[in-house]
C-alpha cells in the first residue's frame, strides 16, 4: 500500500492490470496492420463533450435538434451560431495523450512494415484533434469542423475563422452561396467512398482497436463486424460497456488517455 491515505482510492485513480497491459503491448508489437474507430470519447479528457454524456447540450438544445438539413433550411443563422460555439470551444483545446499515442503507433507501424498505413483511424469525430496529434492515415466518416461545403457549387474548403462570420457565403466567384459545415448531419448519407474505404481497412487489420465509442451509430458501429469477419482481434477501450462489448476479445473499463500510452 503506498502513502498514508487510509486505503481512501480517489475516483480518477486508474490501476491497470499489469498481465493486460503486456498482453495488449506484445499484440500491438508484432501486429503489422492496425485499425482503429473512435468516437467522442477518445476526445473527451482534452475536454470535448460527449454526445450521449452530459454537457452535450447547447443552450438547452441536443446536437440532434440542430445537426440537420432540416434545421438548416430552417434556421441556417441558428445552426451557424451553434457550430460557431463549438469551434471556438475547440479552438482552446488541444490532442490528449490517447491522440499522440496512436499518433505515435502509426509512425512505429511504418518502421516496421516500411509504408504508411499500417495504422487507419477511422473516426466519428469532426473535432480534428488525430490530424492535430500527427495522424495522417486518416477517414473522418462524419466530416471535419474546420471545413465549410457550398450549398451552391459543393466546393470544400478549409476554414479555420474563429469566430466565423454569420452567415458565411462562398468565395469562389460567381458562386457566393451560402456555406454550410462539411459535417455529414444526421439523416445524411456518409461521403461517398469513404465507408467502402473503411471495409476494407477494418477487414484487413490483424488489431482493431475501438475506443470512445457509444457503438450505437450506423453504420460506424459495423466496422467492428467486418474487421472481425477479417480475422481482427477487437479490443475495446471505454469507461461504460457498450452494445459492442460482449462481441470483443478485449472490452476494457478505462479512459483513454490513461490506457493508450500504457500499451503503445
Ligand atoms: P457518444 O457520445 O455516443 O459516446 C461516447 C462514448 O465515449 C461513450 O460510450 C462513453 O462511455 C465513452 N467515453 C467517455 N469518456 C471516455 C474516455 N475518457 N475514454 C474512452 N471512452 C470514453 O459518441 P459517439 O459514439 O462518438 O454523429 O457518437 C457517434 C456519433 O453520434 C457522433 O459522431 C455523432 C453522434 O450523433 C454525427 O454527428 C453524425
Not at 20 to 32: C, F, G, S
Not at 137 to 162: K, M, P, Q, S, Y
Not at 173 to 187: A, N, Q, T, Y
Not at 250 to 258: C, D, L, M, N, Y
Amino acid at each position: 500500500m503506498q502513502g498514508d491515505t487510509e486505503g481512501a482510492v480517489p475516483e480518477q485513480a486508474f490501476i491497470p492490470d499489469r498481465v493486460l497491459i503486456e498482453d495488449l503491448q506484445v499484440r500491438l508489437a508484432r501486429a503489422r496492420k492496425v485499425a482503429v474507430l473512435s468516437g467522442a470519447g477518445i476526445s473527451a479528457e482534452s475536454g470535448v463533450p460527449t454526445f450521449r454524456g452530459s454537457g452535450g447540450l447547447w443552450q438547452g438544445r441536443r446536437a440532434e435538434e440542430l445537426a440537420t438539413p432540416e434545421a438548416f433550411n430552417r434556421d441556417p443563422k441558428l445552426v451557424w451560431e451553434f457550430y460557431d460555439y463549438r469551434r471556438r470551444a475547440l479552438s482552446e483545446l488541444s490532442p490528449n495523450p490517447a491522440h499522440i499515442a496512436l499518433a505515435g503507433l502509426a509512425e512505429k507501424l511504418i518502421d516496421r512494415d516500411a509504408k504508411e498505413g499500417g495504422l487507419t483511424i477511422i473516426t466519428q469525430n469532426v473535432d480534428g484533434l488525430h490530424r492535430s496529434a500527427g495522424s495522417k492515415a486518416l477517414l473522418e466518416l462524419h466530416g471535419n469542423i474546420w471545413r465549410v461545403r457550398c450549398t451552391g457549387c459543393g466546393a470544400v474548403t478549409e476554414n479555420r475563422d474563429v469566430p466565423i462570420e454569420i452567415l458565411p457565403y462562398c468565395r469562389l466567384s460567381p458562386c457566393k452561396e451560402l456555406l454550410r459545415p462539411d459535417i455529414v448531419w444526421f439523416g445524411e448519407m456518409l461521403p461517398e467512398g469513404i465507408f467502402e474505404e473503411a471495409c476494407r481497412v477494418a477487414a484487413a487489420a490483424d488489431i482493431m482497436l475501438i475506443i470512445g465509442t457509444s457503438g450505437v451509430v450506423q453504420p460506424a458501429a459495423s466496422l467492428a463486424g467486418y474487421a472481425r469477419a477479417g480475422g481482427a482481434y477487437l479490443i475495446e477501450i471505454n469507461p461504460e460497456k457498450t452494445p459492442l462489448s460482449e462481441s470483443m476479445d478485449q472490452s476494457i473499463t478505462a479512459k483513454a488517455a490513461q490506457l493508450l500510452p500504457l500499451i503503445i
